[in-house]
């Protein structure tokens, strides 16, 4: 699911395991948008300073229109992809104050360590288990919102661990705005365990194969470049840095109904 429409279920959502929160469901809504349909427009760009690469997503809510445009040590590409019409979301009604934490993670995955609010923006500021997440969402106008999200975060040594969606797959099975969102979910939940078997299974692979190679090098310049390779996979993975502008523009005060 594309990180707008995760966004889109956040909002949406009721505020399960969010009681300590210091920001009251009535201050939330006064800023949060409300329930209707919305253009979308975005902006997100994910950097790997170690790496020295740049990959930046930008999507016109009128058109759909895709620009991509990526960098790595000063080579660089762009493309873009001609959309298929407006990018649009309903906001369902939602019960109460929608949850706080980021998109991405569930209760379970990230702490609400931040929480602030003016009469036109929010913000919050998550630990989770892969890293830092800011989320800002703030009132530009009548009918207009942004949503910021700022993350900094890291795999986890040996490999990333695939149960860290599994509370936010798990709401979004019993919460999702349409069935078959809710179902695809379900499905995804019920694959987690192949996939992190999978997945330790490809990193012990590759883990044996360096040592292999270490071993039969013939050269201690070769020897010590394997063993940096082994040393950063125990370390984690690379570092990484999201960061993405949406855009919400209110077109109509249901999803049926055209603006006034």
Known sequence: MPRTLLVAALLAGCAAGAANAVVSPAAFNKVAPPPGLYRIDSDGTLRMPDADATIRQKQDGASG?????ATQKG????????????????????????????????AAACKNIAESITDTTLVTESQCSIGKVKVTIRKLGNDTWEVLHEGDMKASPGGADMNAMR????????????AEQRAQA??????????????????????????KEQASATSAAEKAEIGKQLQAMEQGGPRMRTSSRTLWTRIGDSCAAPAR
């Open 186 to 211: 379900k499905q995804l939940l019920a694959d987690l365990p192949r996939q992190q078997a999978a997945m330790q299974a490809a990193l012990a692979e590759t883990k044996a194969a360096l040592i």
């Open 167 to 178: 509370p936010m797959l798990e709401n979004a099975a019993r919460n999702a705005p349409t």
């Open 65 to 69: 229109d895709v620009s991509v445009s």
């Open 75 to 106: 080579q660089g590409y762009q493309r873009d992809f001609k959309g298929a019409g407006a990018q649009t979301y309903c906001l369902p009604p939602r019960s109460g104050k929608a949850a706080i934490l980021p998109p991405e993670m569930g």
